[in-house]
């Protein structure tokens, strides 16, 4: 469990360490004193939740305190209804990519702890979206969950490459859920 002093507070904070001391003492910090002495200590999560309910910016914390989701997509509301299902305040940060290369490109940027891939944007596509993620070993932790037309047609292909699928349609709250609990397995959701 990472703890943080109060100077180190301050300067994620961009606030004086005395100010940081009068959130602690006035029980609006939580945290606790080291036994026999007048030093504090912040715990991570308690300082990421103070931020947050505070509204102000994570900072390098981000990183580690949100879940980042791209969204490989075209259907404007699958991407609406999982991005209520994933919102800011519930530990979650989404991006979208319309195709192949836009989700290259976001991936490399964005650095996603999960991709969630449409196969309505083309089953060739999305495939080679998800086979393309995995040849990169910047990737290989990457969870990738695949979200499969429910067309009828029986889709058959390699499914090593993904770690979950979900036939459409499908509960947008249960998906949110999933992630949460993968994605909290790998970083510290608050």
């Given at each position: ?34 036994p026999g002495s007048q030093d504090r200590r912040i715990p991570r999560e ?11 910016p994570l900072g390098d914390l981000e990183d580690e305190a949100m879940a ?123």
């Open positions: 469990m990472k703890v943080f002093t109060t100077g180190q507070v301050a300067k994620i904070c961009k606030v004086a360490p005395r100010t940081v001391s009068k959130w602690f003492d006035s029980g609006r910090l939580k945290g606790y004193r080291i308690y300082l990421i939740k103070f931020l947050k309910e505070h509204g102000m980042k989701v791209l969204i490989v997509a075209q259907d404007q509301v699958l991407i609406e209804n999982l991005k209520r299902e994933l919102p800011a305040d519930k530990s979650f940060r989404t991006q979208t990519a319309a195709s192949g290369f836009e989700a290259g490109i976001q991936a490399e940027s964005f650095h996603p702890d999960c991709i969630i891939c449409d196969f309505s944007i083309g089953h060739v596509e999305a495939l080679q979206i998800c086979q393309n993620l995995r040849r990169n070993t910047d990737f290989a932790e990457t969870i990738l969950i695949a979200l499969l037309p429910d067309d009828g047609s029986s889709i058959s292909f390699d499914r090593s490459t993904i770690n979950e699928t979900f036939k459409k349609p499908f509960d947008s709250a249960l998906l949110a859920e999933r992630l949460r609990t993968l994605i909290g397995a790998k970083k510290e959701l608050v």
